[in-house]
């Protein structure tokens, strides 16, 4: 089994900046991916951003992209969610995932987070 602990959401304003931490721990040599999914009300989960622990590559999707940057940490088993220029159409609960293959949709995920909030006011 793998633990993944979320951190550094909250209230900030359009235009602002965040950063989220997602803390890894227990099998975590399975995982191949981690990334970022997040989930407005009333919609479904989507991808965020994906990154390879080995390799490091990361994608996004076309809404973050040139906005938000995922980054890894494999010394601490920690990934990270720069969200710059924050929108308030970003205001969702984010949630760290992990797989053992590469990720892009939520069927792909083997493990999740269990959120963190992220509102961006006008």
């Known amino acids: 089994q793998v633990q993944l602990v979320e951190s550094g959401g909250g209230l900030v304003q359009a235009g602002s900046s965040l950063r989220l931490s997602c803390a890894a721990s227990?099998?975590?040599?399975?995982?191949?991916?981690m990334g970022w999914f997040r989930q407005a009300p009333g919609k479904e989960r989507e991808f965020v951003a994906g990154i390879s622990r080995s390799f490091g590559s990361s994608y996004y999707a076309d809404l973050v992209k040139g906005r938000f940057t995922i980054s890894r940490d494999n010394a601490k088993n920690t990934v990270y969610l720069q969200m710059n220029s924050l929108e308030p159409e970003d205001t969702a609960v984010y949630y760290c995932?992990?797989?053992?293959?590469?990720?892009?949709?939520?069927?792909?995920?083997?493990?999740w987070g269990k959120g963190t909030l992220v509102t961006v006011s006008s």
């Open positions: 995932a992990a797989a053992t293959t590469i990720v892009t949709k939520a069927d792909d995920v083997r493990y």
């Open positions: 227990g099998r975590t040599f399975s995982i191949l991916t």
